[in-house]
Nanobody, 125 residues
């Protein structure tokens, strides 16, 4: 198993930046493909970004392309989501997730095996 803990959320004005971290513990972090999801109030959870086990491939939702960057440091068992040019519509709880199929970049919640508890991001206008 792997345990995931997100941090770095908070309140920011539109146009600002936040850096979310996902710290992993347990089994080998590099064995997992990693995803970021978010859930806004009253909406379902949606994929934001993903990165394969070695960082060789990444994925971004259209709504965040050019503004968000996902990266990972397997030695530190850490994944980062750098969020720039934030908009009010980015307000949501952000979740870190791990997929045991390490070369896959899944957009589906059901294909992720482990989840963090989430961190709140609020962007004011």
């Amino acid at each position: 198993q792997v345990q995931l803990v997100e941090s770095g959320g908070g309140l920011v004005q539109a146009g600002g930046s936040l850096r979310l971290s996902c710290a992993a513990s347990g089994r080998t972090f590099s064995a997992y493909s990693m995803g970021w999801f978010r859930q806004a109030p009253g909406k379902g959870r949606e994929v934001v970004a993903g990165i394969t086990w070695n960082g060789g491939s990444t994925y971004y939702a259209d709504s965040v392309k050019g503004r968000f960057t996902v990266s990972r440091d397997n030695a530190k068992k850490m994944k980062i989501l750098q969020m720039n040019s934030l908009k009010p519509e980015d307000t949501a709880v952000y979740y870190c997730a791990a997929d045991q199929t390490r070369a896959r970049l899944s957009r589906r919640e059901s294909e992720y095996d482990y989840w963090g508890q989430g961190t709140q991001v609020t962007v004011s206008s």
